[in-house]
């Protein structure tokens, strides 16, 4: 009777153990829970607040400041380096025109539209991710000792300096200091593009006479160590004119690619004895002393000298200074076969 009372006691401890232990999970169970969604919570909160707080910075980044506002046609004077040369250009008025002028070297053929592209980004700049000169170290953005810089000038005295640095991360431009303020903006490609520009570029190519095929009344191709071939129009009975078809395109011969102005060397362009020079006589537009326009005889001559790296052919009209690119496909009706 004792032991089987006994026993009872010990499985009623037992119980109560086992419901006390099960209490007792539960409640850990609902610790840790509550815990961890309470860290789960926690953490994606602070997760939002992050990306709320990155994308204020990227939009701060991203938020185009304007930097100059000002018209081309308020800018009297530009001086700009490139990485390989350097620029003065004065803007001259001529009577009721103008023209831009590099100065020192007032003859050089001033191509003023390509020049006014790489003013004109100056004039109206727009930059992101503003920053001050005194609070970074200008080499980590290679904007000390920068090679490309330009200083605009404009009519009322007004003077704008500009550096271009190193290429922002992330292909989202260039540094630009506006040495004005002091303050330092990241800007398009573009206008790292424009002052990078080769002096060949700026410079105006000559303006070729043209010729319609009817208007040709001879074309004379000479070989060097060669032979002369000769094409004349065909004149039937009747009075039927028959037009060479080489006629077609031969004017005007060049495309405007220059290789270089002022040269003073064209054997090293073969041009000192070309290879094929081409003769075109033909009726075109002059004007008189009266300021009349009449049609006059006139003669052009292309001459062809050595081929260039990319198989084209560098080329000479008028014997003028000038040197030029002729795409191999313009040239080819010229050559011998």
């Known amino acids: 009777m004792e032991e089987r009372e006994a026993r009872e006691l010990r499985l009623k401890r037992l119980k109560r153990k086992r419901m006390f232990t099960m209490i007792a999970l539960v409640a850990v169970l609902g610790l840790l829970g509550g815990g961890y969604w309470f860290i789960t919570d926690r953490k994606a909160k602070l997760a939002a607040e992050e990306a709320q707080k990155k994308a204020e910075q990227e939009a701060a980044r991203n938020q185009k400041s304007k930097i100059t506002g000002f018209l081309l046609n308020d800018v009297n004077e530009a001086e700009f380096t490139t990485e390989d040369s350097s620029y003065h250009f004065v803007w001259v008025e001529e ?24 003013i ?12 001050l000169l005194d609070d970074i170290d200008p080499a980590n953005y290679g904007l000390r000792d920068a090679r490309l ?13 500009f550096c271009i640095g190193d290429k922002a991360p992330y292909d989202a431009g260039y540094y630009l200091l506006y040495e004005n303020t002091g303050e330092v903006y990241v800007v398009s490609s573009s206008i790292h593009t424009q ?8 410079v105006q190519g000559e303006t070729f ?17 060669g032979e002369t071939v000769s094409y004349v129009p065909e004149v039937a009975e009747d009075g039927t004119k028959t037009i060479p078809p080489i006629y077609y395109d031969s004017v005007r011969f060049v495309a405007s690619t220059v290789q270089e102005y002022n040269c003073t060397d064209f054997a ?12 075109i006589d033909y009726l075109g537009y002059v004007f008189t002393d009266g300021g009349l326009l009449t049609r006059e005889p006139c003669t052009m001559k292309l001459e062809i000298g050595d081929k260039t790296v990319s ?27």
């Open 149 to 161: 810089t330009m200083k605009l000038t404009l009519t009322d005295g007004t003077e704008h300096s």
């Open 311 to 337: 198989d084209n052919y560098f080329v000479r009209v008028d014997e003028s200074d000038f040197v030029y690119i002729m795409m191999k496909a313009q040239a080819k009706k010229y050559l011998p076969e």
């Open 120 to 131: 004109g980004v100056f004039c109206e700049l727009e930059g992101t991710s503003k920053m």
């Open 209 to 225: 006479p043209s010729a319609e095929p009817e208007s040709i009344t001879e074309l004379r191709i000479e070989v060097r160590d």
């Open 195 to 202: 002052l990078t520009t080769k002096e060949i570029k700026l």
């Open 268 to 279: 090293q362009y073969g041009l000192d004895n070309p290879y094929v020079t081409v003769t």
């Open 95 to 118: 009577g009721e025109y103008g023209s831009w002028v590099r100065q020192g070297e007032e003859d050089f053929p001033t191509n003023e539209e390509k020049l006014q592209t790489i």
